[in-house]
T-cell receptor, first 114, second 115 residues
Framework: AQSVAQPEDQVNVAEGNPLTVKCTYSVSGNPYLFWYVQYPNRGLQFLLK??????LVKGSYGFEAEFNKSQTSFHLKKPSALVSDSALYFCAVGTSGGYNKLIFGAGTRLAVHP | KAGVTQTPRYLIKTRGQQVTLSCSPISGHRSVSWYQQTPGQGLQFLFE???????NKGNFPGRFSGRQFSNSRSEMNVSTLELGDSALYLC??????????????FGQGTRLTVV
């Protein structure tokens, strides 16, 4: 069975500092990995995805993620955090078989302090 | 290009009633998926429709059902509502046939409260 784990409920970062939000996955076959962000009372917004190729994926709003096959991880990173980055972040894995089903992690709340 | 539109945004229903939620995907997208988001269970997949056919179903009771119309708009129905059905219901549309092909675009959700 495919699964995603986000080990941190909350991450606190000072504005201007680098941030990392962790994600590990368990899949059979090749993983299709995604990061989404959710602001209060809003739906999910797509940040970036890894399908194949370079292990470092660049996405929206200055975010990037590093795919590590040996550690089965897909951590989200940003070199310099903004207060406006404060939100709920979800890692997700796409299932194989030609479907659009996503399996989400529990989410990590990012708090960026001025 | 208009995004994914979900209606209504908020809904209050009484236990035992039924409810229908609507989702209009991005123009040209043939896949619509539904998710339930609760504080306790997180984001859980309900079902996916592609070209009017249900392709995948999550682990939810039969009280949860859905359909997709020829214009790709989708509805989900919950019958005999329970307090535990209170949640944010999110709809996502995709242009491709699978997660490998394209990302999912989400609507703002319908907040259902069952009292």
């Amino acid at each position: 069975a495919q699964s995603v784990a986000q080990p941190e409920d909350q991450v606190n970062v000072a504005e201007g500092n680098p941030l990392t939000v962790k994600c590990t996955y368990s899949v059979s076959g090749n993983p299709y990995l995604f990061w989404y962000v959710q602001y209060p009372n809003r739906g999910l917004q797509f940040l970036l995805k890894y399908i194949t190729g370079d292990n470092l994926v660049k996405g929206s709003y200055g975010f990037e993620a590093e795919f590590n096959k040996s550690q089965t991880s897909f951590h989200l990173k940003k070199p310099s955090a903004l207060v406006s980055d404060s939100a709920l972040y979800f890692c997700a894995v796409g299932t194989s078989g030609g479907y659009n089903k996503l399996i989400f992690g529990a989410g990590t709340r990012l708090a960026v302090h001025p | 290009k208009a995004g994914v539109t979900q209606t209504p945004r908020y809904l209050i229903k009484t236990r035992g009633q039924q409810v229908t939620l609507s989702c209009s995907p991005i123009s040209g997208h043939r896949s619509v998926s539904w998710y339930q988001q609760t504080p306790g269970q997180g984001l859980q997949f309900l079902f996916e429709y592609f070209s009017e056919t249900q392709r995948n179903k999550g682990n939810f009771p039969g009280r949860f059902s859905g359909r997709q119309f020829s214009n790709s708009r989708s509805e989900m129905n919950v019958s005999t509502l329970e307090l535990g059905d209170s949640a944010l219901y999110l709809c996502a549309s995709s242009s491709g046939q699978g997660a490998r092909d394209t990302e999912a675009f989400f609507g703002q959700g319908t907040r259902l409260t069952v009292v």
